[in-house]
Each structure stands twice: as C-alpha cells, then as structure tokens.
C-alpha cells in the first residue's frame, strides 16, 4: 500500500490558509490590499470583538462582474499576473490569488460587489471553504467583504488567538500603517462601539503623520526629504544601468531626533513601493546611519518610504508578503543610509532639558477627520527626550501577561466621550508579521479620552536646532566637567568631555578620509600580549591602523610593539586603545566595512584624546570649544551616542518661575 497520497482539497485548503491568514489582522491586511490594488478611494474597517466575530472592509474600488465574483474563490485566481514574466515587475501589492479562497476556507465569508459598468451587483457567500449561495443583489459599485466567526471551523488555530483588545490593536496598527503609507486615500477604523480612526485623505505625509499621532510627534521627527540621485563616485561610466537605478530610486520619509530613543527596533516602520515590509537590509541601514550618533543598544523612530522600480524588487519571498529582496542590495542600503545620514547632517537637532513640562501633545482635527491624538513615548532610559503626556494607566492585556509598552500613545477623536485610548508597539520586528501591536483600556475608563497633566491652551514649544549653538557665551563650569552657557534661546549645558570628542572625531574622520595620518613615535616601544581571536582581528585591521596613525609590528604568535600612536594619545593610553578597537571590531560582523572600521577607530581615538571631566578650562578654551562644537556635523551627541548638549529655554525657565 502506497504511503503518499494526495490531501483532499479542503484539507490542503485550510493548511494554504495557516500560511496566509495567521489572525484577524491578517484577513484584513489582505482584504486593504485588494481594495487599494481595486483604486479605492475610501476604505472603511469594522471589527467585533477584536475580529474573531466579525471583520468587514468595505471600499469604492473598481468592483466586480458576476463571473469574476465566483472566480476570485478559485486559488490561485488573480486579475494582476498573466504570465510568469509578470512575477520580475510586480506593481500591486497582492498578486498571489490565495486571499479570498484562503480566507474563506476558516471562516464564514460574505462577498458584496458591484462594477460601474454592471446594472445590478452580486452576493457570494461562502462558510468553511463551501459555496452556499450566488444571487444578484443592488448594490453601490465597490467590494465589501464580511468575515464572520473566523477559524470557526479550525478550533485549534483559534485557541491560539490573543485577547480581544490586543487583536484589535494589530488591525489598528494596520490600518495606521497603510494609511500613513496612502495619505491621499480615506481609512475609517470602527468598531459597535467607537470610531478608532478616521483619517480624511490629505495631500502630503506631514499632514498624515500629523493627522494620525499629532503635533508633539512631528515635532519631534525630522524629514527625510526625497533623495533620488547618489554620489556621482558610486557609479562607473561603464554600468548604464546603475545609473538609471539611482535616477529612479527614491527614499523619504520621517526619522527621530537622537533624543528620541527606543529600547527595540519597534519604532521603526519600511515600506518598500508602499508595501508595509520587514527587511534586516534596510534595518542595517538605518542602524548604519544613526551609527556615532546614538548608543549601539538603543534605535531611532524611523518612517521610510523606499520608491524604486517593481523590476528591481522581489516580492514573492514569504507567503504573507512581508519580506522582499532587491536585485542590487548593496546599492539600495548604501543610499539608503546616506539618504537618511545627509537628513540628520541638515537637521543638527539639539534636545531638549529633560525632565521639563508643558509640551502639548494634542492636535486639531484636520479637514472635518477625526483626527488621532498622539505623544511619542520612547524616551531613553537615562530620562533624555521630550517630555510625555500623562496618560492612564492600561489595565487590559493579553492572556499572556502584562499590557503592551507603548511606542506611540493614540487615543480616538477627544470630542467622544466613549473613545478608549490605544498604546502602540510597532513598526518591524514586532511579532512575526511585523505589525503594530496594542492593548485597549475597557470601556469605563472615563479618563482614556482626555490627556491629564497637560496645558493644551499652551502651543508646543518649539525644538532647537544646532545653529543656536552659533552665539553660545560661556559664563562658566561647574564641577570643572560641565560647561554653564546663555544666548537668547535660554540656558545650556554642555559635556566639556564628549563635546571636545565630536570635535577630534570629525576632524580625525575628515583628515583619514582625504589621506594617512601620521602618529607620535614613542620613546620606548611598549610590548602587548594580545588574545588569539585578537591577533586575527589584528592581522585583518593592521593596514587600517597604520593609517590613522598606528605603528604596531607583530613580534610573536601572541605578542605586538607599538612604536607610535595617534596624534594626542598619551603612552599610557596607547594599549588601552589598541584593545579597545580590537574587541569593538571582534563584536562587529566578520564583514564590516571599511566606513565603519574607520569611525570605529576615530571614536575610539577621539574619546582617549579629549579633554576629560574634573578639567577646569578658562574663558578662551571654552569659547574655542563652544565654536568649533558649532561647526560639527553633529553636535548633538558624541561618537557613541551620549547626549552633548542640552537646552533649557526662557520658556521653560519662565514656566518654573510660574511666570506662565
């Protein structure tokens, strides 16, 4: 008797169904997906009991013809692919043909559509993968799609599912992201008891971030204008094609001032031609471009839109579409990362004093939307950032612990008393589908529709940037580490130490690039006993350190002479240096870049040959160190992350004095 047979056809149905449709906010990321692919300008979401009960995404899409209805339950059926040549250029964001069928095989499905050229619409509803009916109906032309009861007939998958409010929370999240990704397009959210989202269509992203987490999160974003042209050194007269890809890639979008600092990866949001993806290319990217301006174990806050053409991407990599891969990934991360370098270079933002009051986090309604109210909420755990809203306590969570920390704060509209207020997780690397992820407070949290602690009557303060550090005058120090400094913005406080070392990094980085620098000899060669792995880390870097200064001979398996040492770096500290530069490249990946060898060994350098804390400095070195601090690219933390430079404006100062 033959052990291999085929599966019957329901049976391999719903297991094609577990790799699409994982839970509620899966069967709406498809069904968004086909409406917007349909050209809808409106979509409206419903959800009960966080869409195990019901689901319903209703669009003004193109719609469809009666035969096209019944075929769109056959699998692998799609309007958007007529040959395999189609798979190299996909312009849609599904193409699959498995949605619907998926989708309909766990659950009670209910299809209503009409196109503008049909006289009357259909209604096709199926449960548990059977077609139980097919009549014509009078309907409007568009697609709406009721999903009832979902995984009613695979009990097992739906024991799996979270509690109510966190799976509403990944369908809002979703909706979130698509619209941030379509601002011209209107999404509604609701459920029977609240309106989640309303975001009106709106002509620019500033607008939809604005629109959906407010004026205190824009604020503290700056924008990553378009960039569609590369270095001219990164492209060869040779390879044509190079350079009709710089032409037409394009990133934009929205990254964190360095404040602003996550403790994971979920403020961190990519879309690759406006598909919601997850991408460790990308990731290393954006980590690459915030490298020597925040500390390794924190993350920015990043929105970035990736637009290049559908034949330089794959999107047929992972079943549910969250994964792509590019023809030429080295090209899409090196001008990826520069694009966002040079945004943060232009910016030069400078935080704030932390620990202050009074930012307003609310926001006015946009166009007659229902507009989102939202405060950033990743502050650094040394307390750096902008201050937050007081918001309730969350109460809710899922059956496996404790309510969800939050990266945005988001409540419902404030003229509705009902509104329940969301905290968002999100963006890549949460869950397995990336997504947002949120707890709900219940509904008898009276407090959940207005912020408490806050003076909204008070316009937000406005951020410095680092011209302000142009007309800095010192007045003095205090405990001989902390440089005490006016101008007519108010009062700051500067890191005499980490200051004097984004001084020396720049201009180690600088000198390195145009050429070799030249170290100090050293009366007597000091002898180090190096570990094996560092003897290779060594042997790989030697060139590298001779470069920036270093003259080190190997005199032994184990043991090295160093004869000379950068430029400002004391004998004492010339084997502590050596170390550190070879265990921070040990902790890299085996291929790290050249790029980033060298600002590895400029920081390291830098930090050693700066002035250090307990140092008093007179009148005229802290005014030298103020004005070249001005002239860096970024003066607003050293090559390690840590804060230079904080702000405590007459604003502010006013404020405490109860002046305001």
Not at 273 to 290: K, M, P, Q, T, W
Request: with cysteine; charged share 25%.
């Amino acid at each position: 008797m033959s052990r291999i047979r085929i599966l019957p056809e329901h049976v391999a149905n719903k297991i094609a169904a577990g790799e699409v449709v994982e839970r509620p906010a899966s069967v709406v990321k498809e069904l968004l997906e086909n409406a917007l692919d349909a050209g809808a300008r409106s979509i409206r979401v419903e959800a009960e009991s966080g869409g195990k009960r019901m689901i319903r995404v209703v669009d003004d899409g193109c719609g469809m013809a009666h035969d096209d209805a019944l075929l769109a339950f056959e699998r692998h059926a799609t309007s958007k692919l007529r040959t395999a040549d189609d798979l190299l250029s996909i312009a849609t964001l599904g193409f699959r043909g498995e949605a619907l069928p998926s989708i309909a095989a766990v659950s009670r499905l209910l299809l209503e559509t009409r196109a503008a050229d049909e006289a009357e619409g259909t209604r096709v509803e199926f449960a548990g993968g059977k077609l139980l009916g097919v009549n014509p109906e009078g309907l409007p032309t568009g697609t709406t799609v009721s999903v009832a009861d979902l995984f009613y007939c695979v009990p097992a998958r739906r024991n799996f599912l979270k509690s109510e409010t966190t799976e509403l929370g990944h369908i809002a999240s979703l909706v979130t992201h698509y619209a941030l990704a379509h601002p011209d397009k209107q999404f509604v959210l609701k459920t029977p008891t609240q309106e989640i989202i309303n975001a009106t269509a709106v002509e620019t992203m500033t607008e939809r971030v604005y629109q959906l987490f407010g004026r205190q999160a824009l604020d503290e974003l700056f924008e990553i204008l378009p960039v569609s042209s590369p270095v001219r050194a990164a492209i060869t007269e040779t390879d044509l094609t190079n350079e009709e890809r710089a032409a037409r890639l394009t990133v934009r979008g929205f990254a964190s001032r360095p404040e602003i600092q996550r403790s994971n990866r979920n403020g961190i949001y990519v879309f690759v031609n406006r598909r919601l993806v997850r991408d460790r290319l990308i990731l290393h990217a954006i980590h690459e471009a915030y490298r020597n301006v925040l500390p390794p174990a924190v993350f920015p806050a990043v929105l970035l839109f990736l637009d290049l053409p559908a034949e330089e991407v794959d999107v047929n990599v992972h079943p549910a579409k969250i994964e792509v891969r590019f023809r030429h990934p080295q090209f899409v991360h090196d001008f990826t990362r520069d694009s966002i370098r040079q945004a943060l270079s232009r910016a030069r933002p400078i935080p704030s004093f932390p620990g202050t009051e009074g930012v307003s986090a609310e926001a006015e309604p946009r166009d007659g939307g229902t507009t989102a109210v939202a405060a950033v909420a990743g502050a650094n755990p040394q307390g750096m950032g902008l201050p937050r809203a007081m918001i309730p306590p969350l109460n809710a969570s899922g059956p496996g612990g404790a309510a969800i920390a939050s990266d945005f704060e988001l409540s419902a509209a404030p003229m509705r008393p009902e509104a329940q207020r969301f905290r968002f997780e999100g963006g890549i690397g949460t869950g397995s589908e990336g997504f947002l992820s949120a707890s709900v407070p219940n509904n008898g949290d009276a407090a959940g529709s207005t912020f408490r602690g806050v003076d909204s009557t008070v316009p937000a303060e406005p951020l410095a940037s680092a011209a302000s550090l142009d007309d800095l005058k010192p007045l003095g120090q205090v405990n001989s580490s902390f440089i005490v400094a006016v101008n007519g913005e108010g009062l700051w406080i500067v890191d005499q130490h980490v200051a004097h070392e984004r001084v020396l990094f720049e201009q180690h980085l600088r000198a390195r690039r145009e050429g070799q620098l030249t170290g100090q000899r050293m009366l007597v060669p000091l002898m180090v006993e190096l570990s094996p792995k560092q003897i290779v880390i060594f042997e790989r870097i030697a060139e590298e350190l001779t470069a920036n200064g270093f003259e080190v001979a190997q005199m032994g398996p184990r043991s090295v002479a160093i004869h000379a040492a950068p430029a400002g770096i004391a004998a004492a500290d010339a084997e502590r240096l050596l170390m550190e530069i070879l265990d921070g490249t040990e902790r890299e990946n085996a291929a790290i870049s050249m790029d980033t060898l060298q600002a590895k060994i400029a920081a390291s350098t830098s930090c050693h040959a700066a002035i250090k804390v307990n140092m008093p400095l007179d009148q005229k070195k802290m005014e030298w160190l103020l004005a070249e601090l001005a002239k860096t690219e970024a003066p607003m933390s050293c090559p390690h992350g840590r804060p230079i430079v904080l702000r405590y404006s007459v604003r502010e100062i006013e404020r405490a004095f109860k002046r305001i």
